[in-house]
Nanobody, 121 residues
């Protein structure tokens, strides 16, 4: 069973940037699609971005398009989320997710523990 460990969260001012990382404990990382979700206080968990196992196909939530970029390094078994032009409404716990498939499902099977991102106005 793949284990996912997120890092890179923290406190940032509005307009700032952060890069989240998610390391997977899986030799066949290149057979997993990956993604990021987030959950703000009092709200449901929502999709942020996903990337196919080969890194060619990427999808983003409308709320983050043009500001966030998902990428992966299969040699390092790691997926990244570069977040630029951060807004207070981006404040949430960010979760890494994975599926053993080319494209990440709506409800992925594997989840990390989450990392807090707080954006001050």
């Amino acid at each position: 069973q793949v284990q996912l460990v997120e890092s890179g969260g923290g406190l940032v001012q509005s307009g700032g940037s952060l890069r989240l990382s998610c390391a997977a404990s899986e030799r066949t990382f290149n057979k997993y699609s990956m993604g990021w979700f987030r959950q703000a206080p009092g709200k449901e968990r929502e999709f942020v971005a996903r990337i196919s196992w080969g890194g060619v196909s990427k999808d983003y939530a409308d709320s983050v398009k043009g500001r966030f970029t998902i990428s992966r390094d299969n040699a390092k078994d790691t997926v990244y989320l570069q977040m630029n032009s951060l807004k207070p409404e981006d404040t949430a716990v960010y979760y890494c997710a994975a599926d053993k498939s080319q494209i990440l499902a709506t409800t992925p099977r594997y989840w990390g523990q989450g990392t807090q991102v707080t954006v001050n106005s």
